[in-house]
């Protein structure tokens, strides 16, 4: 492994995050604009007779399937080489297509998860058990798109690896992965001084705040987490990483 403190990764997270902006914001703002316009139009032609909220709920779950493969390679793009661009993004499709069958096996994994924890009077002990075996895969399966990227393994293959290089540095990815959601909750901060003050102005303003806190977190965890991976796989050709080590 290469040394380097959390801090550090974070501090070139930041780094590449400016050099990269614009592919972000392309990726995080324009391009799931386009995608739920063109799902909202379809959508309500084919199914105009269901109900507003399912279409809603159905045009954020294919924008987030289509949109995360693309958002994972850009990270690992830039967090490999240290700057990429939409096209570079985009030009290997069968790389965005095992991601893709990667995000939606997780997330069919998910559902079946939820709709066992609605099923009998077990319901409470099912909902307990899903939802630790949901914070036990994304906890040891962050590597895995990583895994797939680099051509070590494929699609199913990557999960195994993704959990044994958890396992053998737990200490640091529980480090890394907490100070993601430290992030996430530091966000959250006006908002929830606004609902303790009761000002709605403070809640709108929190609210609109931590929308583009999200946008700004999403971009830089995409890039940290494979920064993350490279440290601990001692990955070679990761020529502006070759500094970092984890300790």
């Known amino acids: 492994m290469r040394e380097v403190s959390i801090s550090q990764l974070w501090g070139r997270t930041w780094d590449l995050f400016k050099v990269n902006r614009p592919l972000f914001e392309v990726l995080l703002v324009l391009l799931p604009i386009i995608i739920v316009i063109l799902i909202c139009i379809i959508v309500i032609l084919i199914f105009h007779l269901i109900p507003i909220s399912i279409i809603f709920a159905l045009i954020v779950l294919l924008a987030y399937i289509l949109l995360m493969p693309a958002l994972v390679r850009a990270g690992y793009l830039v967090a490999r080489q240290g700057q990429s661009s939409f096209g570079e993004v985009f030009r290997d499709l069968s790389s965005l297509l095992k991601i893709f069958v990667y995000e939606l096996t997780?997330?069919?994994?998910l559902w079946i998860l939820l709709r066992m924890a609605h099923l009998g009077w077990w319901a409470s002990d099912i909902r307990?058990?899903?939802?630790?075996?949901?914070?036990?895969?994304i906890f040891f399966g962050w590597a895995a798109p990583y895994c797939v990227l680099s051509g070590r393994a494929g699609i199913f293959?990557?999960?195994?690896?993704?959990?044994?290089?958890t396992w053998q540095n737990f200490s640091e990815v529980f480090v890394a992965l907490l100070s993601v959601i430290g992030l996430l909750i530091l966000g959250l901060l006006p908002l929830g001084l606004g609902l303790l003050?009761?000002?709605?102005?403070?809640?709108?303003?929190?609210?609109?705040?931590?929308?583009?806190?999200?946008l700004v977190v999403a971009s830089m965890v995409s890039v940290f987490l494979p920064?993350?991976?490279f440290a601990l796989t001692d990955e070679e050709g990761v020529s502006h990483s070759k500094s970092l080590r984890l300790g």
Do not use: E, H, R, T
């Open 128 to 137: 307990v058990v899903a939802n630790f075996i949901i914070l036990f895969l």
């Open 157 to 165: 293959s990557a999960i195994g690896q993704s959990f044994s290089l």
């Open 197 to 214: 003050m009761k000002a709605p102005d403070l809640i709108l303003v929190g609210g609109l705040f931590y929308g583009l806190w999200l």
């Open 106 to 109: 997780l997330l069919l994994i």
């Open 227 to 229: 920064l993350l991976y």
